[in-house]
């Protein structure tokens, strides 16, 4: 016994540093610090940069945008596939940002070839939705890995055989790319429609999971522009032009939720789903006011997709947790950069 208390405290001593050296080693994992090819968020992060380096205080992608205010109008279709709350008919506060597919704050809208939509819905109890969505109708890669090795491969302009071995390894690339050179442009962020890509899981009222992907469909008609002619337009027309519709009347979308059949591909938002599957019209977005990002309310907002209410969570789909990883990364270090960004200066001429 005597000899049990004396060890005591040294082996205290070492059931502590074992626990310690436990943890430092599960961070260190997670970190990547021990296996250096093994892709963690901040690589992610890291890749999205240009050669000149990211813009400090600017978001590491999609960095150009600017902010709205509005509402959504959910009609109750979505009731018979989800409890969440933000689907029960009733009008919900918005917020959200239109943005181009950049690192660069400053880039031409005319040349930039995917357009944005990242949107809060707040419900009178605080629980919140938060989505991410691109025009495109679907992802230019199959897993995140692929979407990290596409990036480093964009990086080596210097090497001709870059991009051609990313393509050998990812083939669905090409579909991607035929997408970009004949999707025609159009002249306002009004005229697109923005897609969740991602699958997600809405549970029903009895139980039931139905696998389903989004849709935010235009009410105002698209019409189409020649890339010529946008690419020669006001370097920040997108901004203007929807600023100024918004001061005319409210620029709308429709919610469409289109649900999954046994065998469609829920994991890899590369692949469209088959037509003919069963979509419901589920509410009505309207934006309302047009703010310029300074210091507007989306400024600090992380348009994280994982951020679900109740009733919603996430498929087999890798994306989303990948992005939510990657949009904290770069919430965090634009956060320490906030000197660096350009704050709008109270009484200055808009």
């Known amino acids: 016994m005597s000899e049990a208390r004396s060890e ?3 082996g205290a001593l070492v059931g502590i540093g074992a626990a310690v050296a436990v943890v430092a080693a599960a961070f260190a994992y997670v970190a990547g610090w ?3 090819e093994r892709l963690t968020p901040a690589k992610i992060v890291d890749s999205l940069a240009p050669a000149s380096g990211a813009a400090p205080g600017y978001r590491r992608n999609h960095a150009k945008g600017v902010c709205f205010t509005g509402q959504f109008e959910a009609n109750g279709n979505g009731a018979r596939l989800t409890t969440a709350a933000t689907l029960a008919s009733g009008v919900y506060p918005v917020s959200g940002r239109f943005n181009l597919a950049t690192p660069d704050p400053k880039a031409q809208d005319g040349l930039q070839r995917v357009r944005g939509l990242g949107l809060r819905i707040v419900t009178p109890d605080r629980r919140e939705w938060r989505m991410a969505m691109i025009d495109a109708p679907f992802f230019p890669v199959s897993t995140p890995q ?12 210097g090497d001709p055989d870059a991009m051609k071995n990313f393509i050998a390894a990812h083939p669905e690339f ?28 809405f549970d029903d009222a009895a139980g039931a999971d139905h696998v389903v992907r989004w849709s935010f469909l235009p009410v105002a008609p698209p019409v189409a522009v020649a890339a010529n002619e946008i690419a020669g337009r006001d370097p920040d027309f997108l901004e203007g032009e929807i600023a100024q519709r918004v001061q005319q009347q409210p620029a709308r979308w429709k919610m469409v939720v289109t649900e999954a059949l046994r065998g469609d591909p829920t994991a890899d938002p590369s692949k469209p789903w088959p037509e003919g599957r069963s979509a419901v019209e589920v509410g009505t977005l309207s934006v309302m006011a047009i703010e310029a990002e300074a210091d507007g309310p989306c400024r600090d907002l992380n348009f994280d997709p994982t951020v679900l209410p109740p009733g919603v969570h996430v498929s087999d789909d890798p994306f989303p947790a990948a992005r939510s990883a990657a949009y904290s990364v770069s919430f965090n270090r634009r956060s320490a950069e906030d000197k660096d960004y350009p704050h709008a200066v109270f009484g200055a001429k808009p």
């Open 146 to 157: 692929a979407f990290y090795e596409l990036q480093t491969a964009l990086a080596r302009k």
């Open 174 to 201: 090409l579909e991607f790319v035929g997408w970009a050179k004949t999707a025609p442009f159009t002249g306002s962020y009004a005229e697109e429609r923005y897609n969740s890509l991602d699958s997600f899981v």
């Open 34 to 36: 021990l296996t250096p």
């Open 8 to 10: 005591s405290p040294v």
